[in-house]
């Protein structure tokens, strides 16, 4: 009874929350006011505490532009995480798009959708990125493309970092800045969280939504640790799959650093 009374009023905040914010934001988007970079930060601060997400930060981010934040990927949380820590825009697969209420969320706050499928495409989509952050947005990538299992960071894709390269052009200083980070969930109800407990915080592809959320919502004290790395700079004469390689390394660093209960280091 407790715990659906905490759960009850928990949603009922964020709902207050949403139909306050949300009338703000579509006016944002369709004038295009600055406010609509930062309205998705408030929301998913609350969206944070509602599900018992303690988010600890490690380093900072680079104040440097234009910037890519590549960041290792276990769960959908990881959006609400980085979003609550920074105003981001992210790089989605299109399939994205069609999912209930997370679709709707990653529209509004103006993912870039990329169909892998469609070859014929990608130029566009990769310049539309590279545009988006030569204008002074902060880009979220995944280089995993999929999600794991939270214990390990698995094969890092450069060719995602094609967008980085793209924005090379654009760049005023001639180099975009892509800054590895790390996200470990390592703790549940105040205790170090092990391989036996991360399930509830990690969503591989075959595990449905819902069951997941409300396995989620049944602990509701989830800690997480979020490690920016060193930048790596990206230029016109750099080597995509050895940029690739240094931030892959970085990233894995510091998810094992954390998972072993030294964050930051």
């Not at 006011?33 to 018992?52: K, S, T």
């Not at 052009?169 to 975009?176: I, L």
Request: hydrophobic letters at 50%; charged letters at 20%; glycine letters at 8%.
């Amino acid at each position: 009874m407790i715990e659906a009374l905490r759960i009850g009023f928990k949603g009922a905040v964020l709902a207050v929350a949403t139909l306050f914010l949300l009338p703000v934001h579509l006016l944002a988007l369709k004038f295009r006011w600055p406010i609509r970079r930062r309205i998705p930060r408030w929301w998913h601060r609350v969206a944070c505490w509602m599900l018992g997400i303690r988010v600890r930060v490690h380093g900072v981010i680079d104040p440097r532009r234009p910037l890519m934040l590549a960041a290792n990927h276990s769960s959908w949380q990881d959006i609400m995480v980085l979003a609550s820590i920074a105003d981001v825009v992210f790089i989605a697969k299109s399939e994205v798009k069609t999912w209930p209420v997370f679709g709707l969320l990653a529209r509004w706050q103006e993912s870039v959708f990329v169909v892998r499928e469609e070859k014929r495409r990608t130029g566009e989509q990769v310049n539309e990125i590279g545009e988006r952050m030569a204008d002074g947005e902060i880009v979220v990538l995944f280089p995993e493309g999929t999600t794991s299992d939270g214990n390990r960071l698995l094969e890092v894709k450069s060719s995602l970092f094609g967008a980085a390269a793209a924005a090379v052009p654009a760049s005023a200083s001639g180099m975009v800045h892509i800054q590895p980070v790390a996200i470990a969930y390592t703790g549940i109800h105040g205790t170090p969280m092990g391989r036996y407990h991360r399930p509830i915080s990690a969503w591989p592809g075959d595990v449905e939504l819902v069951p997941h959320l409300k396995d989620l919502l049944k602990v509701g004290a989830i800690e997480v640790d979020v490690t920016f790395g060193e930048t790596v700079d990206y230029t016109a004469r750099s080597n995509r799959k050895q940029v690739a390689s240094a931030v892959a390394a970085s990233i894995r660093h510091h998810l094992m650093a954390s998972l072993r209960g030294r964050p930051g280091e």
